[in-house]
């Protein structure tokens, strides 16, 4: 696979007050022929995070057409699961409806956050979106006691098939916990009512604690999913994998495409890749630094 980096898209920088700092995993949602809108989070000072978007234009991913004024989700009520910020799912279009899910974190007194997954859903073109319920659509459950994070979704022949990470404990580095988790599958028939267990996709090997944010996508030949990674080392990064049937996977790190800059806001990470096809090109974006606090940047692919 050859990828070539078309460099920065996109970097908050004081905004406005929910646009402070920070674009957290960019989701690439095709909104018309010539334009792209990359839905992210967005933190406010606190660290509190927004969906809003960059729209971009489609030919041209490095040209900033608009960015959202107000937050297309905003967090939830006091003492629901969404109450601390959210971070992107996943957006696709369902019938007439864009469907959007998301990863929405809550602060208890005991863990540094609990994290499960809630949908959202907009009937004006993706401007705006309404929560289906205000509990999680993918709850806690024996398999993710502190998070059941919806990453990615295919709808294919009227099934709604997820990834997901499931957070199963905690990790102390150098006396900050970190949550361990790896990847699962599971399908659903109306995309809100999920099975509790899942099955394994993809685990951690080595020194590896925790590995989440699966982007998946169809292929000639079967299934790709892109991930990001940790080690006990810090080594935050990306990898990848294949399937034939979208199930049961096997990993290819080595065959992940890109690495870090030498200098810029991609030198010391590169993280949470997700790719979008427009027409005859095939784009990946990506954020940066500081798991996006230096921005998110986008890579084409050229054969």
């Not at 990790?171 to 790896?182: N, T």
Request: net charge neutral; aromatic share 14%.
């Amino acid at each position: 696979m050859a990828w070539e980096k078309r460099g920065l898209v996109y970097c908050p920088n004081g905004a406005s007050a929910w646009i402070d700092n920070t674009a957290l995993t960019p989701e690439p949602f095709l909104l018309n022929e010539d334009v792209i809108r990359i839905y992210c989070s967005f933190r406010d000072k606190s660290g509190v995070g927004r969906i809003g978007f960059v729209d971009v234009e489609a030919q041209n991913p490095k040209n900033v057409l608009r960015i959202s004024k107000e937050p297309a989700l905003d967090i939830g009520k006091k003492g629901c699961f969404d109450d601390n910020g959210m971070i992107l799912g996943a957006v696709l279009r369902v019938g007439s409806r864009i469907y959007m899910y998301y990863v929405a974190f809550q602060i208890p007194q005991k863990v540094k956050f609990l994290a499960f997954s809630g949908l959202a859903v907009s009937e004006d073109g993706g401007e705006s979106f309404h929560r289906v319920q205000e509990t999680p659509v993918l709850d806690r459950s024996a398999e993710g006691v502190f998070g059941r994070c919806l990453h990615s979704v295919l709808y294919e022949k009227g099934v709604f098939r997820i990834y997901y990470s499931v957070i199963y404990d905690w990790e102390m580095i150098s006396g900050i916990p970190y949550p361990r988790y790896d990847i699962k599958y599971a399908e659903s028939k109306d995309g809100v009512n999920f099975p509790k267990d899942g099955v394994s996709c993809v685990q951690c090997v080595g020194n590896e604690y925790r590995i989440g944010r699966p982007k998946v996508y169809r292929t000639q030949g079967g299934y790709e999913m892109y991930y990001t990674l940790d080690t006990l080392d810090k080594e935050y990064k990306s990898g990848f994998a294949t399937s034939s049937d979208g199930i049961y996977w096997q990993r290819h790190d080595e065959l992940f495409p890109l690495q870090r800059s030498k200098d810029g806001f991609d030198s010391q990470m590169l993280c949470y890749p997700a790719l979008l096809e427009v027409g005859s090109r095939k784009y990946m974006f990506y954020c940066g630094n500081g798991m996006g606090r230096d921005g998110f940047g986008v890579a084409e692919f050229v054969r």
